[in-house]
Protein backbone atom coordinates (compact mmCIF):
# COMPACT_ATOMS: atom_id res chain seq x y z
CA UNK A 1 0.00 0.00 0.00
CA UNK A 2 0.70 3.73 -0.69
CA UNK A 3 0.45 6.85 2.01
CA UNK A 4 -0.56 9.49 -0.23
CA UNK A 5 -0.69 13.11 1.14
CA UNK A 6 -2.43 15.95 -0.64
CA UNK A 7 -0.83 19.50 -0.50
CA UNK A 8 -0.86 23.06 -2.40
CA UNK A 9 -4.96 23.71 -2.44
CA UNK A 10 -6.67 26.80 -1.75
CA UNK A 11 -8.89 29.74 -2.75
CA UNK A 12 -8.15 31.63 -5.93
CA UNK A 13 -9.79 33.94 -8.50
CA UNK A 14 -11.11 33.19 -11.66
CA UNK A 15 -7.73 32.88 -14.26
CA UNK A 16 -5.54 31.82 -11.35
CA UNK A 17 -3.96 29.03 -10.94
CA UNK A 18 -3.00 26.67 -8.12
CA UNK A 19 -0.06 23.55 -8.20
CA UNK A 20 -1.33 20.82 -6.37
CA UNK A 21 1.44 18.26 -5.01
CA UNK A 22 1.21 14.91 -3.27
CA UNK A 23 3.72 12.94 -1.41
CA UNK A 24 3.95 9.04 -1.68
CA UNK A 25 5.36 6.90 1.24
CA UNK A 26 5.13 3.10 1.37
CA UNK A 27 5.87 0.39 -0.97
CA UNK A 28 7.92 1.42 -4.23
CA UNK A 29 6.42 4.81 -5.79
CA UNK A 30 7.89 4.84 -9.31
CA UNK A 31 6.31 0.91 -9.59
CA UNK A 32 2.87 2.75 -9.63
CA UNK A 33 0.88 5.23 -12.18
CA UNK A 34 -0.62 8.31 -10.49
CA UNK A 35 -4.05 9.86 -11.22
CA UNK A 36 -5.63 13.23 -9.77
CA UNK A 37 -9.38 13.00 -9.12
CA UNK A 38 -11.71 15.54 -8.28
CA UNK A 39 -15.24 15.54 -6.13
CA UNK A 40 -17.67 18.17 -6.19
CA UNK A 41 -20.60 17.96 -3.61
CA UNK A 42 -23.70 16.47 -4.53
CA UNK A 43 -21.31 14.93 -7.48
CA UNK A 44 -19.43 11.72 -8.07
CA UNK A 45 -15.69 11.66 -7.90
CA UNK A 46 -14.21 11.96 -11.67
CA UNK A 47 -10.84 11.57 -13.06
CA UNK A 48 -8.86 14.94 -14.01
CA UNK A 49 -5.36 13.09 -15.14
CA UNK A 50 -3.23 10.27 -15.10
CA UNK A 51 0.48 9.56 -15.61
CA UNK A 52 2.04 6.21 -15.90
CA UNK A 53 4.13 5.06 -13.73
CA UNK A 54 7.90 5.99 -16.27
CA UNK A 55 5.97 9.87 -16.39
CA UNK A 56 5.94 8.64 -19.93
CA UNK A 57 2.35 8.63 -21.00
CA UNK A 58 -0.05 11.12 -19.42
CA UNK A 59 -3.69 11.35 -19.38
CA UNK A 60 -6.22 14.29 -19.31
CA UNK A 61 -9.94 14.62 -18.99
CA UNK A 62 -11.61 16.79 -21.79
CA UNK A 63 -12.72 19.71 -19.05
CA UNK A 64 -9.09 19.96 -18.27
CA UNK A 65 -7.11 19.36 -20.70
CA UNK A 66 -4.68 22.37 -22.35
CA UNK A 67 -5.05 23.95 -18.70
CA UNK A 68 -4.03 21.35 -16.18
CA UNK A 69 -0.65 19.72 -16.40
CA UNK A 70 0.64 16.35 -14.42
CA UNK A 71 3.95 15.94 -13.59
CA UNK A 72 5.64 13.41 -11.26
CA UNK A 73 9.57 13.60 -9.78
CA UNK A 74 10.09 9.82 -8.63
CA UNK A 75 13.41 10.97 -6.90
CA UNK A 76 10.96 12.85 -4.50
CA UNK A 77 8.61 10.83 -4.81
CA UNK A 78 6.26 13.32 -5.56
CA UNK A 79 3.70 14.47 -7.91
CA UNK A 80 2.26 17.19 -9.27
CA UNK A 81 -0.72 18.70 -10.73
CA UNK A 82 -0.16 22.02 -12.35
CA UNK A 83 -3.39 24.38 -12.84
CA UNK A 84 -3.98 27.45 -15.13
CA UNK A 85 -6.92 29.86 -15.91
CA UNK A 86 -8.94 27.82 -13.21
CA UNK A 87 -13.09 28.20 -13.49
CA UNK A 88 -15.47 28.44 -10.94
CA UNK A 89 -16.48 25.07 -12.30
CA UNK A 90 -13.34 23.64 -11.14
CA UNK A 91 -13.84 24.03 -7.82
CA UNK A 92 -13.93 20.95 -5.58
CA UNK A 93 -12.28 18.35 -3.13
CA UNK A 94 -9.14 17.15 -5.41
CA UNK A 95 -7.73 13.83 -4.45
CA UNK A 96 -4.22 12.12 -5.65
CA UNK A 97 -4.42 8.16 -6.05
CA UNK A 98 -1.96 4.76 -6.79
CA UNK A 99 -2.47 2.31 -8.91
CA UNK A 100 -0.16 -0.45 -9.57
CA UNK A 101 -1.49 -0.63 -13.17
CA UNK A 102 1.14 1.18 -15.65
CA UNK A 103 -1.40 3.56 -16.25
CA UNK A 104 -5.31 4.30 -15.99
CA UNK A 105 -8.07 6.81 -16.07
CA UNK A 106 -10.33 4.35 -14.45
CA UNK A 107 -11.79 5.28 -10.67
CA UNK A 108 -11.85 1.38 -9.97
CA UNK A 109 -8.38 0.49 -10.75
CA UNK A 110 -7.11 2.85 -7.98
CA UNK A 111 -6.59 1.53 -4.69
CA UNK A 112 -4.51 4.01 -2.79
CA UNK A 113 -5.92 7.45 -1.90
CA UNK A 114 -5.28 10.71 0.21
CA UNK A 115 -7.45 12.61 1.98
CA UNK A 116 -7.91 15.25 -0.20
CA UNK A 117 -7.35 18.91 -0.82
CA UNK A 118 -10.08 21.97 -1.32
CA UNK A 119 -9.53 24.06 -4.54
CA UNK A 120 -11.94 26.98 -4.70
CA UNK A 121 -12.24 28.91 -7.73
CA UNK A 122 -14.16 32.40 -7.33
CA UNK A 123 -15.91 34.31 -10.17
Known amino acids: QVQLVESGGGLVQAGGSLRLSCAAS????????RGWFRQAPGKERDFVAG????????DYADSVKGRFTISRDNAKNTVYLQMNSLKPEDTAVYYC????????????????WGQGTQVTVSS
Open 26 to 33: GRTFSSYA
Open 51 to 58: ISWSGGTT
Open 97 to 112: AATALYRSTLRQDYNS
